[in-house]
């Protein structure tokens, strides 16, 4: 697989030399949380450079495209010989290490557009996420992540921040998919509250896309900072619990663990498999109430 400094067409999550800047905002945050040494399923980024690269290769170029054609054309677009050949080098490289942890190759391709996930925007389910996909499936799943920079919710959500398009660039993280038993989303603060005294974690059984979503409801628990034994508890529609109360600690103990490592409360997804949990996700939280810290009376 090419390196950072020679096409950066692909980039390995986690590896030295990786250069960030091209990774977008998702693929940026999981190179992080390699690096600082959590769990992070194996995988790699196909770069803002591929992106650029992708769009210089319309047949006309790009800014000749009304803003609502663009996605289309850029989803339709065959990739670069080039580009596909090192995202062919990634998938057997993804390939060995599924191997290796004993995992059939299936595959999760998710968006990360310059400025997703960041401490001023999240994009939150805007940009397109495609899960179990085989490796022969990945390269229009790419093609649909670049051209989901353009959907209409994504653009109406930008214009609502006032954030230009002139300079937006979409990365595109492969990695392979977690053989989920368990899915959580975590906030290190109250995500409705503002509370920063209490830790809320909601979690389905199985993969978490349903519970993302909104089609399902989640077991969510509350938890104490200050006791993380003290849990309040509300079931969601599954009749059986989603995790039980060592894979909550084990859960609660990581992302209080990211959050001191990012210096700010966050908002982190993760899934459980084999008795260990993965991180799929980890960014500031950018909505809710603000921030206040329960008063204590002396």
Not at 84 to 107: F, K, P, T
Not at 124 to 140: F, K, Q, S, Y
């Amino acid at each position: 697989m090419a390196q950072a400094g020679a096409h950066a067409y692909v980039a390995w999550l986690g590896e030295a030399g990786t250069d960030s800047t091209m990774l977008g905002g998702k693929g940026a945050s999981l190179h992080r949380l390699a690096r600082l040494g959590f769990r992070v399923p194996p995988g790699f980024c196909v770069t803002t450079a591929a992106f650029r690269a992708h769009l210089e290769s319309l047949p006309v170029p790009a800014a000749t495209y009304p803003t609502d054609g663009l996605g289309a054309e850029v989803g339709a677009s065959p990739i670069h010989p080039a580009i596909l050949a090192e995202v062919r080098d990634g998938l057997a490289r993804l390939e060995q290490a599924g191997r290796e942890d004993g995992w059939m190759l299936r595959l999760a391709v998710r968006s990360s557009a310059i400025g997703e996930d960041g401490a001023l925007a999240s994009y939150a389910g805007l940009h397109e996420t495609e899960l179990d996909r085989t490796p022969d499936e990945v390269p229009d799943a790419v093609r649909r992540c670049w051209a989901s920079l353009w959907s209409a919710p994504a653009l109406a959500y930008r214009a609502r921040r006032g954030i230009p398009l002139d300079d937006a660039a979409m990365a595109v993280v492969v990695q392979q998919l977690v053989p989920a038993d368990a899915a959580a989303v975590v906030f290190t603060r109250h995500p409705v509250t503002g509370n920063d005294a209490q830790l809320v974690v909601t979690a389905v059984r199985g993969l978490g896309d349903a519970m993302v979503s909104g089609t399902v409801t989640p077991d969510t628990f509350v938890i104490d900072r200050a006791n993380p034994e003290g849990v309040e508890m509300t079931r969601g529609d599954d009749p059986e619990q989603s995790i039980d109360a060592g894979a909550l600690r084990d859960l609660v103990a990581t992302c209080l663990a990211v959050e001191a490592a990012y210096g700010q409360p966050v908002d982190v997804e993760a899934a459980l498999a084999g008795g260990r949990w993965y991180l799929l996700q980890a960014r500031p939280i950018t909505t809710g109430a603000p921030a206040h810290r329960t008063q204590v009376d002396a």
